[in-house]
């Protein structure tokens, strides 16, 4: 059985996130080579933020998504949300000063909320834009 066999056999759910860099426009507003320096850093966090297996996509200037590789349970799932959420406590910082790094995070499952691409990432960044958290 090849590898994508098995994934498609294993795999019935899986979990996707949209993560959004609320302030990241205003950064960019001031300053792009800041604002390019600042993204990298999110994303930076965010690739230490999750598992190996997990994939991380920078899908927009303000955008990335994260591909969660195996089910994960709510309780689980939780758990690696806090971790991204934690990495984001201590603010950007370089040689001009420091900046607030402002997320929202917003999931998704398959096939719960979508059975297509388009209406996990639609449901994700909804819930993403809707969320208190940051």
């Known amino acids: 059985m090849n590898k994508y066999q098995e994934r ?7 979990l996707l996130a949209v993560v959004k860099v609320m302030n990241f426009q205003e950064v960019k507003l001031r300053n792009e080579q800041r604002a390019n320096e600042f993204i990298v850093e999110v994303g930076d966090r965010l690739l230490e933020s999750i598992r190996d297996e997990d994939m991380l996509s920078h899908i927009s200037q ?5 591909v969660f590789n195996e089910y994960l349970e709510d309780k689980n799932s939780d758990i690696l949300f806090e971790r991204i959420l934690n990495a984001f406590k201590e603010p ?19 096939p719960k909320d979508s059975e297509d691409s388009a209406g996990l990432i639609n449901e994700a960044t909804r819930v993403a834009l809707n969320s208190t958290d940051s």
């Not at 303000?62 to 994260?66: D, K, R, S, T």
């Open 8 to 14: 498609t056999d294993i795999k019935k759910y899986f």
């Open 92 to 110: 950007f910082v370089d040689a001009k000063g420091s900046i607030k790094i402002d997320i929202k995070i917003g999931k998704s499952t398959y």
């Open 62 to 66: 303000n955008g990335f998504l994260i």
